[in-house]
């Protein structure tokens, strides 16, 4: 496996940005991430974990150990009681709005930036390998327009034998690929067998963070610790002027409304914050079905 290209080097040079961004499809930043909030909000990720019984008795909830036996996978009923209450935090939605990160977005844009409402939490434990998130484009969940970014963002130190994330880079120019029916996250994988890019992937510290086109093919690593959870966030990002759909303005998988979500917060800042500005909404799933093609 190749190893991320860092582009620290570019983050002040916004052309610079641009171009490495439309050659590699994806960019790797360390340090880019403020600390003090992603302690926050594993933190209180994590007490939600321990609440459901999902963490080891007598274990430090920060460190994120799951209770011998025990494996929830994501979209199952037990998983999403713990997933909804993540999805009440008004920190999991502030964390995506982080200046530093917009700072880059806007940059790399060229234009303010338009965070996507449906902000998405992972947790993945270890001994589920067969669930992790197979090859995929994120397009085909996003739609809108092509120059989507994803960020995806380890809570914590992620090596990546505890299941980081591999991209493809350079896959983001060739359209969008053929999909079959798979386990693991968003329930499609691409083959890949035979297409000619290289695997690329990193140990994460904490405070780096990983973006890539909608178009970039990737995947997550396997979780293959014997018993620590994988803690991460993916936030998707676009030109305010861009084409986008309802979907990325509502809450991931729909189980709660804004109204739900929003309950007890400190404040509005980030509530309803794309109704404040017109956007340019449109509905492009017919152009995808046609250009998409489904296996079995
Ligand atoms: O974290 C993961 O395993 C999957 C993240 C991802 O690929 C995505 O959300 O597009």
Redesign the pocket.
């Known amino acids: 496996m190749l190893e991320f290209r860092l582009s620290n080097d570019v983050l002040d040079d916004p052309l610079a940005l641009q171009s490495r961004a439309a050659d590699e499809g994806y960019l790797f930043f360390k340090g880019l991430i403020d600390r003090d909030l992603l302690h926050s909000l594993r933190r209180q990720i994590l007490a939600l974990c321990a609440d459901a019984g999902w963490l080891a008795p007598d274990s430090d909830p920060y460190a994120g150990i799951a209770a011998p036996g025990v494996a929830h996978i994501e979209g199952q009923r037990d998983f999403m009681q713990v997933y909804n209450r993540v999805m009440k935090l008004e920190d999991f939605h502030a964390f995506a709005h982080q200046p530093g990160l917009i700072a880059m977005y806007d940059a790399l844009f060229g234009e303010a930036t338009l965070v996507h409402a449906r902000n998405?939490a992972?947790m993945?434990f270890p001994q589920a390998m067969e669930h992790t998130?197979p090859a995929?484009q994120?397009y085909l969940y996003i739609e809108g327009t092509e120059e989507t970014w994803?960020a995806?963002i380890p809570l914590g130190d992620c090596p990546q034998t505890l299941g980081s994330?591999a991209v493809l880079p350079g896959s983001h120019r060739h359209g969008m690929y053929p999909v079959y029916r798979s386990l693991g996250?968003g329930g499609h994988r691409i083959d890949t067998e035979g297409l000619p890019f290289e695997w690329t992937a990193s140990d994460f510290e904490e405070g780096d963070v990983i973006t890539f086109h909608s178009l970039l093919v990737?995947r997550?690593l396997p979780n293959q610790m014997v018993d620590r959870m994988r803690l991460?966030v993916?936030y998707r990002y676009q030109g305010w002027s861009q084409p986008i759909v309802q979907g990325s303005l509502e809450p991931h998988y729909g189980q709660l409304a804004w109204s739900e979500i929003y309950e007890g917060w400190q404040s509005e800042v980030y509530q309803y914050y794309w109704k404040r500005q017109a956007i340019n909404l449109v509905n492009n799933r017919a152009e995808l079905r046609e250009r998409l093609m489904v296996h079995g």
């Open positions: 998405i992972r993945i998130t995929h994120d994803t995806w994330l996250a990737h997550g991460s993916d």
